[in-house]
């Protein structure tokens, strides 16, 4: 089992480092080409923090580990809320944008209610509970109004620049293709020593899923909010939280289930009515204490809550 930790916390520093060195490349070609900042932003760099959990869902579909690949999709969108957000927030209140309050929260809340009712085929009239090809295009369909969404909103000016590395294109090519050599090792080794430690120590994959993976999965997101905090750049810490969640949801799970149809078990409805939760808190607490902001309190509370929620699927 000590092999198995040693060899998931690897996997956990491949996904990191590849995603870092994917996201660099990636953005770097993209303004050699000309590409707005903004685009950059909210296209190839959300996509990147999203990564790892792409690869470890795709590992977990061809493997049949459903419940990984389900619970490490939830979990990272619980934790990029309750836990990265409340950490950014008790750096620094975050305030945030008119645009994200009204549209991309309540859009990040709908991919949460439209995942509840993609699941729970039975409440339909069907059966089984499971999410299907068809479910996941339909999911893509959603994704592709919210680049439609992003792309408009691209040609509006923003005061945030997202720092962009200067390379030459061999460089360029090098940073790629280390970052996907290293995603496509950090994920085999996540998934596969992330079932191994569940089976080891009498939990389920559920349970791995959603906390241990999910964690090692959402790194991306904790590191890049809690400097973005750190820094003052609140959209930054924020918005890479809510894209983060509409990618996971729209597009991960979506080529997820395109690949493999995803089976889906009813106790895990509690998982993802908490996600659903999660969403709309944050939603409200843009209207209490400072306007359009997260504060120190409401960001103890958030951690109060994944503490809580981490506590109770340990113990239950």
């Given at each position: ?11 956990f ?19 050699k ?41 939830v ?64 999911l ?51 998934v ?5 430690i ?25 590191f ?18 809510v ?27 509690i998982?993802?009515?908490?996600m ?10 843009m ?6 902001e997260i ?12 503490l ?9």
């Amino acid at each position: 089992m000590i092999i198995s930790i040693i060899l998931l916390l690897a996997g956990f520093l491949f996904l990191v480092k590849g995603a870092d060195f994917l996201v660099d490349g990636s953005s770097s070609i993209a303004t050699k080409l000309n590409v707005s900042q903004i685009v950059i932003g909210l296209t190839i760099v959300a996509f990147g923090t999203s990564t790892p959990e792409l690869i470890v869902n795709v590992f977990a579909a061809i493997e049949l580990r459903s419940d990984v690949a389900f619970g490490n999709i939830v979990g990272s969108n619980i934790i990029n809320i309750v836990l990265i957000l409340g950490v950014a927030a008790l750096i620094s209140p975050l305030k945030t944008q008119k645009n994200t309050v009204w549209k991309e929260i309540p859009f990040a809340l709908l991919g949460a209610l439209v995942l509840l009712v993609l699941c729970n085929d039975n409440l339909l009239g069907t059966s089984p509970n499971i999410i299907s090809a068809s479910d996941g295009i339909v999911l893509l369909l959603f994704f592709i109004i919210f680049m439609v969404y992003i792309f408009a909103i691209s040609k509006v000016e923003s005061d945030n620049k997202v720092e962009v590395k200067a390379l030459t294109y061999i460089k360029i090519f090098a940073f790629i293709s280390s970052g996907l050599i290293g995603l496509l090792i950090g994920g085999k080794l996540v998934v596969d020593n992330a079932v191994n430690i569940a089976v080891s120590i009498g939990i389920s994959e559920r349970v791995i899923g959603l906390t241990v993976v999910a964690l090692g999965t959402s790194l991306p997101e904790l590191f890049t909010s809690a400097v973005a905090a750190k820094k003052g750049n609140a959209d930054i810490a924020i918005g890479n939280v809510v894209g983060s969640n509409i990618f996971n949801v729209f597009f991960v799970l979506a080529i997820t289930a395109v690949i493999r149809p995803v089976p889906f078990k009813s106790a895990m409805n509690i998982d993802l009515l908490v996600m659903c939760f999660a969403s709309l808190m944050l939603f409200f607490t843009m209207f209490t204490g400072g306007k359009r902001e997260i504060d120190r309190w409401e960001a103890i509370l958030f951690l109060i809550i994944y503490l809580s929620y981490t506590i109770w699927l340990l113990v239950a």
